[in-house]
């Protein structure tokens, strides 16, 4: 017992804020602005060692099901966490631009600062790093034809229209990413691999022993650790709105915090096979999470605000959009050919930079 509490200490402090903080919400909440921020902070940062946990018992349960399942396995994981969160985020305040800024937030994480921060930093110490090119060209034009239906069209629906478009763009949605599966699990899934020359864990390294032992202990792990954030993010969500409350903060801060726990645990997986000259699993993760965030979690987010009766926003501002278009134009073009670079990685680092600068200002 005391070994398996060392080694899940992160959902260990994460059960012991949410025991402090639970019965003392409404006394934090009454004791004013400052007193709701700074629990926020801790309520988010214990969130986030909740969802670096998930992201480390996804990552046994990736290593000992293999590719494709792996990849899938990683991204749907940071995917739930975010929906969990987003959905108690919508009960506790109901924006109705909180889905879409999220998600904007979130493909803007995935492909310009965790694909760009990879391979900059990967191609600094490696040079060009070599990829599986069907990998990068099925996810770009995926995530475009998904944003495209769920994100960009909708700004030309009349709000008369919303409910039966919403319910179009679910089922839409879940074929879409249904049909992948099957495909990237079944005749395309050589698509998503890379041979690299195998090198056998050393004893006493930390992937040595992911590779034997059941399924059982990592998916228990997930499930205390999705538990813990989403009642955790449900005092979060209180203690945040009070802290924010006419402070002045960027409308898109709440959708970027979001975005940045579910994403945070997968790039620092990335960087780790970046440095390991591993451009594979980077391209998997990065674009298969922005992938799996637009098509699932447009779908469970438009039959939550059918249910609720509660109409979202989920067409892209003009600043949201060009910047959208632009990353996957640039996505486009650096995964043509098969490799990466420091030179391509930087240019998706600047459309983050970008981004952040836009998101400052309010646009």
């Known amino acids: 017992m005391p070994t398996l509490l060392r080694r899940e200490l992160a959902l260990v402090l994460a059960a012991l804020v949410l025991a402090v903080s639970w019965p003392l919400e409404h006394a934090i909440l009454g004791a004013g602005q400052a007193a709701s921020l700074a629990a926020a902070a801790v309520l988010v940062a214990a969130i986030l060692f909740a969802s670096v946990r998930v992201a480390h018992h996804a990552e046994t349960l990736a290593e000992r099901l293999g590719e494709p399942?792996?990849?899938?396995?990683?991204?749907?994981?940071?995917?739930?966490?975010?929906?969990?969160?987003?959905?108690?985020?919508?009960?506790?305040?109901p924006?109705?631009?909180?889905?879409?800024?999220?998600?904007?937030?979130?493909?803007?994480?995935?492909?310009?600062?965790?694909?760009?921060?990879?391979?900059?930093?990967?191609?600094?110490?490696?040079?060009?790093?070599?990829?599986?090119?069907?990998?990068?060209?099925?996810?770009?034009?995926?995530?475009?034809?998904?944003?495209?239906?769920a994100m960009v069209l909708p700004a030309f629906i009349p709000v008369a229209h919303w409910a039966a478009y919403s319910l179009f763009t679910i089922v839409v949605m879940v074929a879409l990413y249904g049909m992948f599966?099957?495909?990237?699990?079944?005749?395309?899934?050589?698509?998503f691999s890379y041979a690299y020359a195998q090198k056998a864990p050393a004893d006493d390294e930390p992937g040595a022993a992911h590779a034997d032992g059941g399924l059982a202990a990592p998916v228990l792990g997930i499930g205390a650790g999705i538990v813990l954030i989403g009642l955790l993010s449900e005092v979060m969500a209180r203690t945040l709105e009070t802290g924010l409350e006419g402070s002045g903060a960027p409308p898109i801060l709440a959708p970027l915090i979001v975005a940045t726990i579910s994403a945070s645990p997968e790039i620092l997986t990335a960087l780790r096979a970046a440095l390991s000259n591993r451009m594979q699993p980077v391209v998997n993760i990065a674009l298969?999470?922005?992938?799996?965030?637009?098509?699932?979690?447009?779908?469970?987010?438009?039959?939550?605000?059918?249910?609720?009766?509660?109409?979202i926003t989920m067409a892209l501002t003009a600043p949201q959009m060009v910047m959208t278009l632009l990353t996957l134009l640039v996505a486009t073009i650096n995964v043509h050919d098969g490799e990466t670079n420091a030179i391509e990685g930087l240019t998706h680092f600047v459309l983050f930079a970008a981004f952040l600068m836009l998101s400052a200002i309010g646009l």
């Not at 492909?111 to 391979?119: E, F, T, V």
């Not at 599966?181 to 698509?191: A, I, M, N, P």
């Not at 637009?294 to 249910?307: Q, Y």
């Open 288 to 311: 298969g999470a922005s992938l799996s965030t637009v098509v699932l979690t447009v779908p469970v987010i438009e039959a939550l605000a059918l249910a609720t009766h509660h109409p």
């Open 95 to 149: 924006s109705p631009t909180l889905a879409r800024d999220t998600i904007y937030s979130a493909v803007m994480l995935d492909i310009n600062a965790l694909l760009g921060l990879s391979a900059l930093l990967g191609g600094l110490r490696h040079g060009e790093q070599p990829y599986n090119v069907d990998s990068g060209n099925t996810y770009i034009v995926m995530i475009l034809t998904g944003l495209g239906v």
């Open 69 to 93: 399942y792996g990849t899938m396995v990683l991204t749907l994981s940071a995917v739930l966490v975010e929906v969990v969160i987003l959905a108690i985020l919508m009960q506790q305040s």
């Open 181 to 191: 599966l099957k495909l990237q699990t079944g005749r395309h899934s050589y698509f």
